[in-house]
């Protein structure tokens, strides 16, 4: 089990930029692939970027170049690096990680990207 409390949302004109963090309750050092998932208003959740044990990242095709996904396995820390931000950027941004077939979610971080 893991609690996963996610930071670093606000508001932003686009272009600019914000960086995501998600805090573990416990270690992610044995956790392989860890991401960061988006729901925007009346949209699904959809996965922004994972990122596996030992770095291994993809992203979505529309944040690609513009957001970094990285991790801290001491801190046990996941990170969302968000430059180029776009008004279709806006939505609730989330931690996601899942545990011996588990998936578990923090609460959520609004991103708000203004014209």
């Known amino acids: 089990q893991v609690q996963l409390v996610e930071a670093g949302g606000g508001l932003v004109q686009a272009g600019g930029s914000l960086r995501l963090s998600c805090a573990a309750s416990r270690s992610i050092f044995s956790i392989n692939a860890m991401g960061w998932y988006r729901q925007a208003p009346g949209k699904q959740r959809e996965l922004v970027a994972t990122?596996?044990?030992?770095?291994?990242?993809k992203y979505a095709d529309s944040v690609k170049g513009r957001f970094t996904i990285s991790r801290n396995n001491v801190n046990s820390m996941v990170f969302l690096g968000m430059n180029s931000l776009k008004t279709e950027d806006t939505a609730v941004y989330y931690c996601?990680?899942?545990?011996?077939?588990?998936?578990?979610w923090g609460q959520g971080t609004q991103v708000t990207v203004s014209s």
């Open positions: 990122i596996t044990r030992v770095g291994s990242t």
């Open positions: 996601n990680v899942v545990i011996v077939g588990l998936e578990y």
